[in-house]
């Protein structure tokens, strides 16, 4: 089975950054595609930014681009998302996720077949 564990999670003043990143066990770590979604208190899940398996493709909610970049390095199992120009309105816990068959729709949170514990973002004002 796959285990994901998010990290990079904190406090930050508004405009300010962060990198999370998501460390991925097993050895097929370069075959999943992967994704950041987000969850505030008393809201739903929602898709953040995903990442083909190659890295070749890219994909990014409207409410963060520009402003969020997603990335990966293979040789280490990792995912990051750089978060630049925070928002309070990105207060929310963080989920890494992964999908190992392919054919999914990116945004999709029911696509994805493994999922972190999730860290903690908050941005203060």
């Known amino acids: 089975q796959v285990q994901l564990v998010e990290s990079g999670g904190g406090l930050v003043q508004a405009g300010g950054s962060l990198r999370l990143s998501c460390a991925a066990s097993g050895r097929s770590f370069s075959n999943y595609s992967m994704a950041w979604f987000r969850q505030a208190p008393g809201k739903e899940r929602e898709f953040v930014a995903a990442?083909?398996?190659?890295?070749?493709?890219?994909y990014y909610a409207d409410s963060v681009k520009g402003r969020f970049a997603i990335s990966r390095d293979n040789a280490n199992n990792t995912v990051y998302l750089q978060m630049n120009s925070l928002k309070p309105e990105d207060t929310a816990v963080y989920y890494c996720a992964a999908d190992r068959q392919g054919g999914l729709v990116w945004h999709r949170a029911t696509d994805y077949d493994y999922w972190g514990q999730g860290t903690q973002v908050t941005v203060s004002s």
């Open positions: 990442i083909s398996w190659s890295g070749g493709k890219t």
